[in-house]
T-cell receptor, first 115, second 110 residues
């Protein structure tokens, strides 16, 4: 597509429920990132996919968080047994794999509220 | 953990004035990037400066990089109300994994 698409744009859930957030990167982009942004804060790195390489999961805050990228395109971030501190905007970004193309294109984000 | 730290956290100026914000980082980098975020939206890339560059311009934006001090600055000249946004620096230390700072919130009043 023309841009990075994220869904849902807003999600309200109850504590303890599982949620799935989806990211559709720009067609042909081989790198995909998930970041988390709490209210008024900067971006916290979560996970990074690059082509067929093993993902860099070093930013995932706990084992309740997981992400997958199917077919090198769409990615799903799953949060199990949600907690109130998981409330944040989850941002996805993608990047071309071309050498020297280090610029990220972000989606509009998925705002998660855990009650 | 965050690599970059922006300073100041918030900046309020009038239209026509210049806005300067700084970013400090901790480890060696390949490049440093600045992004802008309007309220409630995703980030938009503004400018990238490579580790072997010292200064770069793009329109009303000027970025400097001092690798010896591990710092960068972003200058917005002749600011406009539409420049109101949060500005983030991001460091690329491993050719791909970008680490973002906490951002500088800029408010430009008419």
């Amino acid at each position: 597509g023309a841009g990075v698409s994220q869904s849902p744009s807003n999600k309200v859930t109850e504590k303890g429920k599982d949620v799935e957030l989806r990211c559709d990167p720009i067609s042909g982009h081989t790198a995909l990132y998930w970041y988390r942004q709490s209210l008024g804060q900067g971006l916290e790195f979560l996970i990074y996919f690059q082509g067929n390489s093993a993902p860099d999961k070093s930013g995932l805050p706990s084992d309740r968080f997981s992400a997958e990228r199917t077919g090198g395109s769409v990615s799903t971030l799953t949060i199990q047994r949600t907690q109130q501190e998981d409330s944040a905007v989850y941002l996805c970004a993608s990047r071309s794999g071309s050498a020297g193309a280090n610029v990220l294109t972000f989606g509009a984000g998925s705002r998660l509220t855990v009650l | 953990s965050q690599q970059g730290e922006e300073d100041p956290q918030a900046l309020s100026i009038q239209e026509g004035e210049n806005a300067t914000m700084n970013c400090s980082y901790k480890t060696s980098i390949n490049n440093l990037q600045w992004y802008r975020q309007n309220s409630g939206r995703g980030l938009v890339h503004l400018i990238l400066i490579r580790s072997n560059e010292r200064e770069k311009h793009s329109g009303r934006l000027r970025v400097t990089l001092d690798t010896s001090k591990k710092s960068s600055s972003l200058l917005i000249t002749a600011s406009r109300a539409a420049d109101t946004a949060s500005y983030f620096c991001a460091t690329d230390a491993s050719w791909g994994k970008l680490q973002f700072g906490a951002g500088t919130q800029v408010v430009v009043t008419p």
